[in-house]
C-alpha cells in the first residue's frame, strides 16, 4: 500500500484512549476497527491520518452481555460474532435481519458493530435497526465517558458528534419485550457484497390492539441514516388499519430524500421507500396480532 | 514509518517477518513468503480472491494489514492439501466436477468453501450460494463450484 501511516497498537482501552487524548487535528489520527471501510478509504486516499490506534482486537471492546433488561456489545464486536451468539433471538430480529445480508462472510468476520456506525456512511446497514431498537451509544475519552441516543449522533454526511478524542466504546439498547416486532429489508442490486439501495428498518409495540411504540429508520435515502418521527406519531396509540399504514409510508416517502446514483435514481428510491415501509410495518403488526390471538 | 516484527502461524509453521505498518497481509504472504496462491484481486474488499483463514475463520487479506496478524493462525490454500501433498477432499471435488475455469478465483473459493464446510458439514445448495456470495467468478462457472462444495461436503459425511 502507498498510503503512509503509523499505527499503533495499544494493549487496552486505556492507552487507546491516552494516545486518542494526543490528537490535535481530527484528520491526523483515525481509530482502526476491523478495517473494511477504512482500509479501502486509505488505498483509495480518500483519508490520510498520520497515525491509525488499533482498536479492533481490544477485550475491553469485545463481549456481548445481556442483563437487566438491555442488550449491550461492545464496539469491537463483529457482525459475525453477532450472527453467532446463542442468544441471538434476543437482540431484535431487524438487526439479525441486518446482520444476515451485511456485505458477505468475510467481511462481517472482521466488520464491527462501531466502525458501522462511525464510517458514517448513510448506507451503514446495522444503522437503521440500530435506531429502530432505540440504541445508545457510549462514548470515551480520557476524560470520562458520555452516552447519547444513537437517533443524536449523526449531524450530516459522515459527521457526527464523536469528538476526534473520543472512542464509541459500547452500543446498547433495551432488550425487545414480548409484544415487540421488529423487522429489516434490504433493497440492492444483487445479493452478495452489494451496496444497499434502500434499507428499512421498523420496529412496533402493540398492547390490546394498539400500537404502543413505532420506529421507522431509513438507510441510504438521506445524508445520514435517520428516523421518521412524524410516521412514528401518526402509528403510536392507534390499532394499525391499512389506510393508516399507507399513510405513514407516504410520510417516510416525503421525509426520504434521496440521491441519483450508479445503484438507482432518487424517484425510485423514494417510490422503493413507500413500498418497504408499508410492507414491513403490515408484517411487523399481522406477527403481533398473531401473537395476541394464537 | 517503523518497521514492525510480527509473529504468526503461516500454514503450520511459526514465522517471524518485519513488516512496515502499512504492508498488507496479502503482500506479505504474496511478495514475503512467495505464497502466490492467494490472489491479489480487487484489493478493496469485494470480490474475494484473497480469502485466507485466521484463526479459522475466513477473512479478506488485501483488507488486513499485515501488524494484526500478530499471534494468530493464518492459513492459505497452499496450506489446505494434508501430509505427503494428499488434497483436501474440497480440491478433489474441484477437480472432478471441472470447476476451474481462468482459475483466478478458485483459491478464494475453495477457501470459502472449506470454512463452510468446518462450520455446517453437509451444507444445502442455498447454504453453499450465499455462504460464497462474497467470492467472485467472472467465467461464472458457479454451478460446479457450487456442486463441488455440496460432493466434498456429502463425501466427508460419508467418510465419517
Same mark, same amino acid.
Given at each position: ?43 483509495a ?28 456489545? $461492545?464496539?469491537?464486536?463483529? !457482525?459475525? /460474532?453477532?450472527? &453467532?451468539?446463542? #442468544?441471538?433471538?434476543?437482540? =431484535?430480529? *431487524? +438487526? ?43 462514548l ?41 416486532a421488529s ?35 431509513? $438507510?441510504a435515502v438521506?445524508? !445520514?441514516? /435517520?428516523?421518521? &418521527?412524524?410516521? #412514528?406519531?401518526?402509528?403510536? =396509540?392507534? *390499532? +394499525? ?40 410495518l ?13 | ?27 506479505v504472504?504474496?511478495d ?69 475455469q ?59
Amino acid at each position: 500500500m502507498y498510503a503512509e501511516f503509523d499505527l499503533l497498537t495499544p494493549a487496552a482501552v486505556g492507552g487507546a484512549l491516552d494516545e486518542l487524548a494526543k490528537v490535535e487535528n481530527e484528520e491526523d489520527c483515525m481509530p482502526l476497527g476491523g478495517g473494511t471501510n477504512l482500509v479501502v478509504d486509505l488505498r483509495a486516499r480518500a483519508v490520510a491520518p498520520k497515525v491509525l490506534i488499533s482498536v479492533g482486537r481490544l477485550s475491553g471492546l469485545r463481549g456481548i452481555e445481556l442483563g437487566e433488561g438491555r442488550v449491550s456489545m $461492545g464496539g469491537a464486536v463483529t !457482525v459475525s /460474532e453477532i450472527l &453467532r451468539h446463542p #442468544e441471538r433471538s434476543r437482540f =431484535g430480529p *431487524a +438487526l439479525i435481519g441486518a446482520a444476515q445480508v451485511f456485505a458477505g462472510q468475510m467481511v462481517r468476520n472482521t466488520a464491527t458493530i462501531a466502525g458501522n456506525i462511525c464510517c458514517g456512511s448513510p448506507a451503514a446497514d446495522l444503522v437503521p435497526p440500530l435506531l429502530a431498537l432505540d440504541a445508545v451509544v457510549r462514548l470515551e475519552c480520557s476524560a470520562g465517558s458520555r452516552e447519547l441516543p444513537l437517533a443524536d449522533y449523526f449531524t450530516g454526511y459522515k459527521s457526527s458528534v464523536r469528538k476526534p478524542n473520543e472512542l464509541l466504546t459500547r452500543v446498547w439498547w433495551p432488550e425487545p419485550p414480548a409484544g415487540s416486532a421488529s423487522l429489516f429489508y434490504k433493497l440492492a442490486r444483487r445479493k452478495g457484497d452489494a451496496i444497499t439501495v434502500v434499507g428499512v428498518a421498523v420496529s412496533l409495540a402493540r398492547e390490546n390492539g394498539i400500537c404502543t411504540r413505532a420506529r421507522i429508520a431509513l $438507510g441510504a435515502v438521506a445524508p !445520514v441514516v /435517520e428516523r421518521v &418521527r412524524p410516521a #412514528e406519531a401518526m402509528l403510536e =396509540g392507534n *390499532a +394499525l388499519e391499512p389506510d393508516l399504514i399507507e399513510a405513514a409510508a407516504r410520510a417516510a416517502a416525503q421525509q426520504s430524500s434521496p440521491i441519483d446514483d450508479v445503484r438507482a435514481s432518487g424517484k425510485y428510491r423514494r417510490q422503493q421507500v413507500f413500498v418497504l415501509v408499508r410492507r414491513l410495518l403490515s408484517r411487523a403488526w399481522r406477527s403481533l396480532s398473531e401473537g395476541d390471538h394464537p | 514509518m517503523n518497521d514492525r516484527r510480527v509473529r504468526f502461524t503461516l500454514n503450520g509453521e511459526p514465522r517471524e517477518v518485519s513488516v512496515k505498518p502499512n504492508d498488507l497481509l496479502l503482500n506479505v504472504i504474496r511478495d514475503d513468503e512467495k505464497l502466490t496462491g492467494t490472489k491479489y484481486g480487487c484489493g478493496i474488499g469485494e470480490c474475494g480472491a484473497c480469502t485466507v483463514h485466521i484463526d479459522g475463520r475466513p477473512v479478506l487479506a488485501c483488507l488486513e494489514l499485515a501488524v494484526a496478524a500478530e499471534g494468530r493462525e493464518i492459513v492459505t490454500i497452499e496450506g489446505l492439501a494434508g501430509n505427503g501433498g494428499a488434497l483436501d477432499p474440497l480440491q478433489e471435488a474441484f477437480l472432478d466436477n471441472g470447476a476451474v475455469q481462468c482459475g483466478f478465483c478458485t483459491p478464494g473459493m475453495i477457501m470459502m468453501g472449506r470454512a463452510l464446510l468446518d462450520e455446517t458439514p453437509e451444507p444445502s445448495e442455498a447454504e453453499v450460494r450465499d455462504y460464497l456470495r462474497g467470492t467472485l467468478c467472472r467465467c461464472t462457472g458457479y454451478a460446479s463450484i457450487v456442486q463441488s462444495v455440496i460432493d466434498a461436503g456429502a463425501k466427508e459425511a460419508a467418510a465419517d
